[in-house]
């Protein structure tokens, strides 16, 4: 079974700038997840969708930061313009998200930016 | 929302030795607690999780525990060798939403 697949691997961009990630979830996955990692936190989410709706992005700074999952399988993560603190490992992951139950939450490999 | 606190942030055992990390959640309608081990540089992935129906869940060395009325759950990893040596997450979440995350203990074992 292939992974969730995300790209690129890293960016290092200057802070104004934008920037764009790319996530494929494991297929069949109705439910993905993005979140942010700072160097030495745990994950916090930033957005959740079900298919291709959202589910929660009360974490999600909306003044820079948006999310998209069209057709309800890839999904892109944007940022513009990126902040210093902006810098972090941003992780993409899916789960089959069956109604009524939890299911495990599978991530990728994660992008790492360095805004400087 | 959730709120999940994690300790130690770091531990130190020799190989060999139990290694035990804690976790307390806040949401009492959390129903799933999974704990993630992440090395360095790769991606966190699942070693265990455990639903509140369920008080203890054993798989091989590794094992959790979850007590619902205190709100808390724990990792016990025996046996403990090198490889076992990572960052450690625990999270909570419930039906339909998205886990959330303690800020993890890093985990040294040395031979």
């Known amino acids: 079974e292939a992974g969730v697949a995300q790209s690129p691997r890293y960016k290092i961009i200057e802070k104004r700038q934008s920037v764009a990630f790319w996530c494929n979830p494991i297929s069949g996955h109705a439910t993905l997840y993005w979140y942010q990692q700072i160097l030495g936190q745990g994950p916090k989410l930033l957005i959740q969708f079900q298919n291709n709706g959202v589910v929660d992005d009360s974490q999600l700074p909306k003044d820079r930061f948006s999310a998209e999952r069209l057709k309800g399988v890839d999904s892109t993560l944007k940022i513009q313009p990126a902040k210093l603190e902006d810098s972090a490992v941003y992780l993409c992951?899916?789960?089959?998200?069956?109604?009524?139950?939890?299911?495990?939450?599978?991530f990728g490999q994660g992008t790492r930016l360095t805004v400087v | 929302g959730e709120n999940v606190e994690q300790h130690p942030s770091t531990l130190s055992v020799q190989e060999g030795d139990s290694a035990v990390i804690k976790c307390t959640y806040s949401?009492?309608?959390?129903?799933?607690f999974p704990w993630y081990k992440q090395e360095l540089g790769k991606r966190p992935q699942l070693i265990i999780d455990i639903r509140s129906n369920v008080g203890e869940k054993k798989d091989q060395r590794i094992a959790v525990t979850l007590n619902k009325t205190a709100k808390h759950f724990s990792l016990h990893i025996t046996e403990t060798q090198p490889e076992d040596s990572a960052v450690y997450f625990c999270?909570?979440?419930?039906?339909?939403?998205?886990?959330?995350f303690g800020k993890g203990t890093s985990l040294l074992v040395t031979p």
């Open positions: 999270a909570a979440s419930m039906t339909g939403y998205a886990l959330n």
């Open positions: 992951a899916s789960s089959l998200g069956r109604t009524g139950r939890v299911t495990e939450a599978f």
């Open positions: 949401d009492s309608a959390s129903n799933y």
